[in-house]
């Protein structure tokens, strides 16, 4: 089966490079030639998914419900009234899916954990044996592919019943849940996992859930939204809190009991806009480091100097949740890495001393409130946007914001290790030719990996990059509406079907370029011959 698949995949591409050469030629001609090789020896390229976005099998062998199952059949909850039920089924094409993978040519894969499939119950029930052994497949499958498994144990999802029982991240009981659950993970697989993610997005997983009451459970207050319960002044600095200790005291285990021998390491994943002043003033100048202070160091001063940011303690006050001498201790130097997902810039502007109208359809409400730091950002400038629009709203082309923010980090956190955990384009909605020919997500990867090099020649520990997505997948609440994969998954048969995009990152990680379609295709010939020899 796996032969006649190698040889499928294998044909399609072969035909996609050949159109490649004649599509997308003009327009690449003028642009930066980045190539694998522009990169230091080591460095991990890969391709980036979690659980509840591509799995489905919500139900399948011993599942429980998490957050998200609920939430998604709640009427209005998603777009188009979508849900992740089925998903891509990954939970029974993995190995098509690791085949996939293979065929790219990636050094690595990043994936996360459902908690739901492992612990059901969390600490209130048993652990689930099928589900152990189904990321057991994934992790044994890619390992003798010569895929590093890169894995997040929690990716917005988590059992139902922590909600029910507790109110899940506004309690301080989560904590210990967590670290039930990542205890689990590092018992399961760490002997073969060295790369680990604790957490990922919290600070954007607290605003879109007790901020703006878009992720489930759905809390929020005026200007924000009108739900039917909850704080948003208030409770986004407690969610974010609770996940902190809970990732701290994860890393204080791991590196006690696992570490000695698994040797492994241990990072965090903050969603990483850039932000830039909307006009030369001063204020304007201050409010965008004041805007990167409150949503990135917002996570990464706490996992590195012990503490949250001067900025956010300046203008909060006893809003902010304070940690307690033996909790700065554990937190202080408590990432081996740094993850950064990043995607696009935004523009800064002061509403300390300005007022701030949300006026266009990129901007948010509750700029002048202090968990938003007084800060109003937006994607326009006078109409003119910052860059491209894409699928998402607030996700514009902006490649040099991927050096910004690399050197961001680098700066601010001592140039501690970082990966590019997630960067990739949306496109825009019902554009036709994203279904086979989607040049303009080509040219967002090369422009964006371009200065990312760049970051890297200037002295920048950046150590690997992973795309979003493998494949067109649920994206949250805009169901499946928004697509970032470099594979199309038929809405039908859920076939996949490679992109453009595909066959160029493909050709990308062999070193080639689409200039040279011959030398390509022939590097491609042999790795597939390598592949059935494996197989057989």
Not at 82 to 111: C, K, P, Q, T, W
Not at 436 to 452: M, Q
């Amino acid at each position: 089966m796996w032969k006649k698949f190698s040889s499928t995949i294998t044909i399609v591409f072969l035909i996609l490079c050949a159109a490649a050469n004649s599509i997308v030629k003009a327009s690449f001609e003028d642009e930066v030639d980045i190539k694998r090789s522009d990169f230091p020896d080591g460095f991990l390229f890969g391709a980036a998914t979690s659980s509840y976005q591509i799995e489905g099998a919500n139900l399948e062998d011993g599942r429980s419900l998490c957050n998200w199952d609920v939430f998604c059949h709640i009427k209005g909850s998603i777009a188009n009234g979508d849900s992740a039920d089925i998903a891509e089924d990954h939970y029974n094409r993995y190995m098509e899916d690791i085949e996939i993978l293979h065929s790219l040519g990636v050094d690595a894969y990043r994936f996360s954990i459902s908690w739901s499939r492992v612990l059901p119950r969390g600490k209130f029930g048993g652990v689930n044996q099928a589900g152990i052994l189904f990321y057991n497949k994934i992790i044994d499958n890619l390992l003798s592919r010569g895929i590093e498994p890169f894995v997040t144990i929690h990716h917005f999802d988590y059992p139902q019943e922590l909600e029910n029982r507790y109110g899940g991240w506004l309690s301080h009981l989560m904590q210990e849940d967590f670290v039930h659950f990542a205890e689990i993970c590092f018992q399961s697989f760490g002997d073969r996992v060295k790369y680990w993610c604790t957490i990922n997005e919290p600070n954007l997983f607290s605003e879109f859930a007790y901020e703006r009451g878009t992720y489930p459970p759905a809390h929020c207050s005026p200007p924000f939204g009108n739900c039917s319960t909850g704080n948003s002044d208030v409770e986004p600095l407690i969610a974010v809190h609770n996940m902190l200790l809970g990732h701290a005291k994860t890393v204080k285990i791991y590196r006690e009991r696992f570490k000695s021998e698994q040797r492994g390491v241990v990072g965090i994943v903050v969603h990483s806009f850039m932000y830039k002043p909307l006009t030369e003033d001063k204020r304007d100048k201050e409010a965008a480091d004041r805007a990167l202070a409150f949503n990135i160091a917002w996570i990464l001063d706490p996992v590195v100097f012990g503490d949250y940011p001067p900025e956010m303690r300046h203008y909060h006050g006893s809003e902010l949740p304070k940690f307690a001498s033996e909790e700065r201790i554990i937190l202080r130097d408590s990432i081996d890495f740094i993850g950064i997902n990043h995607y696009a810039t935004l523009y800064a502007k002061d509403c300390i001393y300005s007022s701030c109208i949300c006026n266009d359809s990129s901007c948010t409400k509750g700029s002048d409130r202090a968990i938003r730091g007084f800060v109003y950002t937006a994607a326009e400038r006078d109409g003119v946007p910052i860059g491209e629009p894409t699928g998402m709203a607030r996700f514009f082309v902006v490649p040099r914001g991927m050096e910004e923010i690399v050197e961001y980090a680098k700066k601010r956190y001592l140039n501690k290790p970082m990966f590019v955990t997630e960067n990739g384009y949306s496109s825009p909605l019902n554009k036709v030719e994203d279904y086979h020919h989607d040049v303009k997500r080509i040219n967002y990867l090369k422009s964006y990996l371009a200065f990312l090099a760049r970051a890297i020649r200037n002295g920048a520990d950046v150590r690997g990059y992973f795309l979003w997505t493998l494949m067109d997948d649920f994206e949250w609440v805009n169901g499946y509406s928004v697509r970032f994969g470099i594979y199309r998954v038929d809405p039908q048969t859920l076939n996949r079907t490679p992109k453009l995009s595909a066959s160029w990152f493909r050709n990308f990680l062999s070193n080639c370029s689409l200039n040279y379609v011959e030398s390509c295709n022939s590097i491609s010939l042999m790795n597939t011959d390598e592949s059935r020899a494996q197989s057989e």
